[in-house]
C-alpha cells in the first residue's frame, strides 16, 4: 500500500531532550515536507526536500533540523525540544520536485505526531 | 498576517443539502488553489484543484469555484453525506514558489443525520 509512514503518532518529552520524528514513504518520491498544524494556524511548513541531500528552510525552521540521505526518509530532529514546539506535526510527499500543487501531483500525508514538550 | 484565511472555524449541514465552505485571499499571485479535507487522527488528503485561470472546477459532489476579483473561493458539497464531516483546509501556491503551500487554518464540517 502507498503511504506515508510517521513515528512515532504520540511523544510526550521535556525541554532538552533531543528527539527524531521519523517519516518514511514507498512511492519514490522526489519531494518530502515537514509541517506542524497548530489551533487557528493550520498547516505551517517547517523544512522541505526537493531529492537526496537537498533541504530547505520553509516558513517555521526555527528548533528543527532535517536530513535527506535517502530518498525514501527525511526525519526530523528536534536538538533541544522546547513547551513551544508542541504541536501536530505531518510529513508529506508528493510525486515531482514541486509543492504537490498540480492536478497530478497532490501531496499524500501520513497520519501525523502529537508532541508534546514539557 | 495569513495570506489564506477560512473564517468560518465551523459549519453544521443537514444531510442531504448543501455545504458550502469558503475561503478568501489576500495575495493576487497565487496560481493554484487546493482543497484538502482531514479525518480525525489521519492526515490532510487531496480533494479538488482549480487553476487561477478558471472560474469553476467540478469532480463529482464537489464543486469550487474562484472569483479572482473578489479573491475569494468556495467548496461546495451536494448532497451533503455523513463521511463528508470533516475538516476542511484552503490552501495555495505562490507563483513564485514551485516549493511551498499557503494554508489556511481549516474549517469543521459537520453533517447532521
Known amino acids: 500500500e502507498a503511504q506515508v509512514t510517521q513515528n512515532p503518532r504520540y511523544l510526550i518529552t521535556v525541554t532538552g531532550k533531543k528527539l527524531t520524528v521519523t517519516c518514511s514513504q514507498n512511492?519514490?518520491?522526489?519531494?518530502m515536507s515537514w509541517y506542524r498544524q497548530d489551533p487557528g494556524l493550520g498547516l505551517r511548513q517547517i523544512y522541505y526536500?526537493?531529492?537526496?541531500?537537498?533541504?530547505d528552510k520553509g516558513d517555521v525552521p526555527e528548533g528543527y533540523k532535517v536530513s535527506r540521505k535517502e530518498k525514501r526518509n527525511f526525519p526530523l530532529i528536534l536538538e533541544s525540544p522546547s513547551p513551544n514546539q508542541t504541536s501536530l506535526y505531518f510529513c508529506?510527499?508528493?510525486?515531482?520536485?514541486?509543492?504537490?500543487?498540480?492536478?497530478?501531483?497532490?501531496?499524500?500525508f501520513g497520519n501525523g505526531t502529537r508532541l508534546t514538550v514539557t | 498576517d495569513q495570506q489564506v484565511k477560512q473564517n468560518s472555524p465551523s459549519l453544521s449541514v443537514q444531510e442531504g443539502r448543501i455545504s458550502i465552505l469558503n475561503c478568501d485571499y489576500t495575495n493576487s499571485m497565487f496560481d493554484y488553489f487546493l482543497w484538502y479535507k482531514k479525518y480525525p487522527a489521519e492526515g490532510p488528503t487531496f480533494l479538488i484543484s482549480i487553476s487561477s485561470i478558471k472560474d469553476k472546477n467540478e469532480d463529482g459532489r464537489f464543486t469550487v469555484f474562484l472569483n479572482k476579483s473578489a479573491k475569494h473561493l468556495s467548496l461546495h458539497i451536494v448532497p451533503s453525506q455523513p463521511g463528508d464531516s470533516a475538516v476542511y483546509f484552503c490552501?495555495?501556491?505562490?507563483?513564485?514558489?514551485?516549493?511551498?503551500?499557503?494554508w489556511g487554518a481549516g474549517t469543521k464540517l459537520i453533517i447532521k443525520p
Open positions: 512511492m519514490n518520491h522526489e519531494y
Open positions: 526536500s526537493m531529492n537526496v541531500e537537498v533541504t
Open positions: 490552501a495555495a501556491r505562490p507563483m513564485d514558489s514551485n516549493y511551498q503551500l499557503i
Open positions: 508529506a510527499s508528493s510525486p515531482d520536485r514541486q509543492s504537490g500543487s498540480s492536478y497530478n501531483s497532490p501531496l499524500h
